[in-house]
């Protein structure tokens, strides 16, 4: 559902504008670029819809809806570039280890 990954999508920008004002505030870094805020707002996003889809039965019906939502903002021109870069960004298989 939309609601859903709109909820994922605050709380990972909130959480990213939060610990990147406490670094410049008070661990004297430097403000990251806008490209970096783009990237790294889009991974915290698919780290937590990931997650959220493994606690999903796989034949729920929120879960379904939200994959679908998800395959029609990858055809999104916003969107478009970030897929590209990290195409297994949704990947919800585990991956093998590798030394």
């Known amino acids: 559902r939309r609601q859903d990954l709109w909820i994922l999508l605050t709380a990972s920008t909130l959480n990213l504008i939060w610990t990147q004002h406490n670094k410049v505030q008070y661990e004297d870094a430097n403000p990251l670029p806008l490209p970096q805020w783009f990237e790294l707002s889009f991974l915290g996003w698919m780290t937590s819809v990931r997650r959220w889809l493994r606690l999903q039965d ?13 395959h029609t903002l990858r055809g999104q021109a916003n969107y478009r570039l970030l897929w590209e870069q990290h195409p297994n960004s949704l990947l919800l298989a585990p991956t093998a280890a590798t030394n």
């Open 58 to 70: 796989r034949d729920c019906p929120i879960r379904t809806s939200a994959l679908h939502v998800l």
